[in-house]
């Protein structure tokens, strides 16, 4: 079991001509991903690494014959949004919008326009999602072989905004054994189609997943969210969050912040001190070093 | 009251009177806006409008301000 993706899973990837949307379709597919098209306007009839593309969704669904589940996104920021808005048409509920830098109304409007279509976007800014050997949307572990190093199956499901940080914590994770049920790299921009809390339903609902790590960073209120919604579900699953940056609390810190866009905020609840009062009171294990994670989940689940 | 906008700018933001004067309120929304959009000051609430496209839709000004006083307007169609 898994969230999100399966070894049937079908997506095409939405400006697939582009030199790193070359380079992530490669790593997919030698992952064992079904990458079943790619778009680019004007490039129909070409190839990039056997997968045919078309200069539109609509003709990769009508090549593929039947649905497709999933589409990665790596247009440039200016039409990440009509690209988006182009694949939830084409009937897929699964975007990874790899893309950073889209002006936040874009995604407001996306976010929304999926939400009223019952779609769920991952991203943007984001490495998108893995299931260790089955399959992996986007280019989150990196090429196949050294996602296969970082990523075993096993029962935690791992949910992060740094991409960097979701494959350093499976790596954890897998080197202790514990392993991991489905890999997200949620985005690391101020508004995303996916929160941690987003998510949880899913992982609730997988019953392979055993236990959730996230990785948390000062800014930014998904991590109250996570609380709030820990606490008004009463969650099977127990949670560690992996809290980087306490250093930015020290006042001679003040006025730093962490290169992702949605931390660059002020709020007083922001600060990593207050994240982690609020998590670890809504019964999640806080941790400050990675090497911390695979034994605080172990005591969690009780192996 | 409502901001003066610029066209780059997704949202607009509603804010009614006697909310809109009340110094208490003022200092709340300053205190939960994490983007900097709301600035107390003795008249009430100013909303500062450089920093509307800071937003990122939290919602948690329309939870802090008395039930309907105050709204976020979105300027796109989804």
Redesign the interface.
Known sequence: MSILLNKDTTFIVQGITGREAVNLTKECLDYGSKVVGGVTPGRKGREVHGVPVFDTVAQAVENHGSQIDGSIVTVPPGFTKDAVIEAIAGGIKLIVVVTERI???DV???V??A??NEARIIGPNCLGLIVPEVCKMGGIGGPAKDAAKSYKPGVVGVMSRSGGMTTEISSSLTAAGLGVSTAVSIGGD??IGSTYAELMPYFEADEETQAIVIYSEP???MEAQLADWQAENNSRLPIVAFMAGKFMDDESMKGMTFGHA?TI??????SATEKIKRLESAGITVVERIDEIPDAVKERIGS | MSAETMD????DIELDEPAASDPELAKKLE??????IFKATENGTEIVQGQL??????Y?CEEAAPEGSLRII?????
Do not use: H, N, Q, W
């Open positions: 002006p936040r109304g407001a409007e996306m929304e326009f939400d009223m101020a508004i800014g930014g209120r949605g905020v002020e709020g007083k609840e922001d | 780059s700018v997704f949202i205190e939960v806006c994490t983007v900097g496209d800071e937003c990122v839709l939290c948690l979105k300027k796109y169609e989804a």
